[in-house]
């Protein structure tokens, strides 16, 4: 586990993914957990599946009275980085270094885009290997809508799997209040469901 007292986290995706809500049930666990937190939203057309990068980070209070000032995460400087959608998380190894030691957890999905007739822009896995030595390309979006039919877990589901292979200082019980307090109550149960999943994907997944 990394250093509780400074860790940065980026999520990346496209708008109508979940991303903000995956964001705020994050910081809601950090700060019930008692951490400085600090966040900020950079997106684009979000509503019509534009680009949207959220940075997170926590951090614990020091003696010296230094803490988490800056709401974003400087180049190479992402403990690390979820991406729900493989063209984006390309855009994200700026956040990412060999020397911070980043891990990656991608929703191995394509959100497709149709442009002068061309397929879909997929950049090459092995790519990661120039940013971090931990890339997991998990099918997150596949999982949840053969499970709930419901694509816009695949965060959820992405969260989990972070908490269950122990990839983030925070632990699933905080998680689960955070969930209680940041989703609304007829879409609270589903969320618990799609966390709890996580668990059950193998460890050797990829």
């Given amino acids: 586990m990394k250093n509780k007292n400074n860790f ?15 964001a705020r049930i994050l910081a809601q666990a950090a700060l019930i957990e008692g951490y400085n937190v600090k966040t900020s939203e950079l997106h684009g057309l979000s ?15 020091s003696e010296s009275g230094k803490g988490i000032f800056s709401p ?3 180049q190479g400087g992402a403990d690390l980085i979820i991406s729900l959608e493989m063209n ?29 007739k061309k397929e879909s822009f997929v950049g090459d896995p092995s ?10 390309l998990i099918p997150a979006t596949k999982i949840v809508e053969e499970e709930f039919k419901k694509p816009v877990l695949a965060g959820v589901l992405l969260l989990g799997t972070a908490i269950f292979r122990n990839l983030l200082p925070l632990n699933q019980n905080s998680i689960i209040k955070a969930m209680g307090e940041i989703v609304p109550p007829k879409y609270l149960s589903l969320n618990k469901e799609a966390f709890l999943l996580a668990g059950k994907i193998p460890k050797q997944l990829k």
């Avoid at 790519?127 to 997991?136: I, L, T």
């Fill in 127 to 136: 790519e990661f290997k120039k940013f971090s030595k931990k890339a997991f």
């Fill in 8 to 22: 940065n986290i980026i999520i990346a995706g496209v708008g109508g993914q979940g991303i903000i809500t995956l």
């Fill in 88 to 116: 984006e998380s390309f855009k994200s190894c700026y956040y990412a270094s060999l020397e911070k030691e980043t891990i990656f957890l991608i929703n191995n999905f394509v959100i497709p885009i149709i442009s002068d």
């Fill in 47 to 61: 509503q019509r599946g534009g680009s949207v990068e959220t940075h997170l980070r926590f951090g614990l209070p």
């Fill in 72 to 74: 974003l995460v400087r």
